[in-house]
């Protein structure tokens, strides 16, 4: 009798994911307690593991490579803040550690400031960005940001409408401010095999959002998934 040759699987090409993350968020979710000051490492290792559990029903069988873009008031005007300069320290061999899965590798980081679909013409030489000034005084010594949620819903929308990798879209966030432009992400995506989710703890009540949570293999409430 002939024995069998077992043909080795040939491994899957990678899907690329972008992670579209509201940093701020995030810190405040990585905290273990009220008054923790969550380093930008731990922030950037629960925010792995918000993808991996996002990711979770393709893990098995599926690779992904991740491209961070974080989004945070990341100038005082031209100044750099302390969370920018704090993550200019973390190098591309730091992120490949942080991942949280073997099937997850995270290639890289980009920051919103750099906004996607702008001319080259709009950058900012003393920032090297198109969108300096996103934080600013408030008064009485509190600082706000600008800018920042919009930046996140252009990069998005513009990422959806040009399929360029095939990419799957991941958005980091609490504020349902961003789903209209999740929406209206999603509705670029509805004629690809490309997929989105809003990686968020939030329910909603009045939406019919909740299955944009995490990525299924198919859509629980009629969507392209």
Partial sequence: MLGLTMVPRKPLRP?????????NTQR???????NDAPDAEQVLEHVAKIIKNGL????????????LRLYCGWHKGFEPT???????HISDE?????????????????????A????????V????????????????GRLEEKMVDTALVSDLIYCAARDEDGSW????????DLMPGVYAAEGFLTTSDRKIAYLRDGTESYLLCQDLRKFHREAEHGGHQ
């Fill in 169 to 176: 879209l991941a958005i980091l966030g609490e504020d349902i």
């Fill in 28 to 34: 405040i979710a990585a905290r273990r307690h009220k």
């Fill in 125 to 140: 030489a003393g920032t090297n960005s198109h969108l300096p000034g996103t934080c600013r005084d408030r008064g009485n």
């Fill in 56 to 67: 979770s029903d393709f893990l098995p069988d599926f690779r992904f490579e991740v491209r």
């Fill in 82 to 88: 302390d969370r920018r300069r704090e993550l200019a």
């Fill in 15 to 23: 899907i690329p994911v972008i992670a579209f993350v509201d940093w």
């Fill in 94 to 114: 730091d992120l490949f550690g942080i991942s949280a899965h073997r099937n997850i590798v995270i290639r890289g980081l980009d920051y919103g400031d750099n």
């Fill in 116 to 123: 996607l679909g702008a001319l080259e013409s709009r950058r």
